[in-house]
């Protein structure tokens, strides 16, 4: 197994996208990346925005290689956005996406959830698989489970489990560690 990751909360590039290297298969797992168009009333630094360039390349050149691509949750530092800033991932940057697309349930009830998810599809001409309690030779994935705490009407993500018969990767994003059971 080989995992890469394409960015991190560096220099204020929010998201955590990574491609692993597993069972023949390619995985990319939250293609995107957010970097505040506005923030405080600053624009971003310079060395933020050539980062975010950078980290932007690198996800576009992943995706085109990838046999999967994987959206934990609709937040627009984890997916490809229909409607960029000049500093995210537009899905216009995307070509030859893979036909295996996971994502996490989105909430019915999120109206910003449920336009992401539309505009992804519509904008990539793919349809998203349903994550939730999939499982196959190397890839699985958790039932939603709380971004942050569990408070009543929180928004939730989806784990990924990827497995190649000797080592294991489990890509949780945004859970922050702040929920015992998820942790477990």
């Known amino acids: ?30 293609p995107g990346i957010s970097l505040g168009f ?13 980062a975010g360039q950078t980290i932007r390349q690198r996800i576009v050149d992943a ?3 990838a046999t999967d ?9 984890h997916i490809p ?11 216009q940057q995307l070509k030859n996406v893979p036909e295996n697309m996971w994502a996490h349930p989105f909430d019915p009830s999120n109206d910003r959830q449920k336009e992401r998810e ?28 709380p971004h942050g705490q569990a408070l009543p009407n929180h928004e939730t993500v989806t784990m990924t489990i990827i497995d190649d018969g000797g080592q294991r990767f489990v890509h949780a994003s945004d859970i922050q560690f702040l929920h015992a059971e998820t942790i477990d």
């Open 1 to 30: 197994m080989k995992i890469e990751i394409i960015g991190a909360e560096s220099l204020g590039v929010r998201g955590l996208c990574c491609l692993v290297d597993a069972g023949g298969r390619r995985i990319v797992i939250d």
């Open 38 to 50: 506005i923030r405080h009333r600053l624009l971003p630094h310079p060395v933020q925005i050539a």
């Open 63 to 65: 995706v085109k290689s």
């Open 69 to 77: 691509l994987v959206i934990s949750h609709f937040h627009d530092d």
């Open 81 to 91: 956005l229909n409607d960029a800033n000049p500093f995210q991932l537009s899905v």
């Open 118 to 145: 539309r505009a992804l599809v519509m904008g990539l001409n793919r349809t998203l698989s349903q994550a939730q309690g999939k499982v196959d030779a190397t890839l699985s994935f958790s039932d939603p489970v």
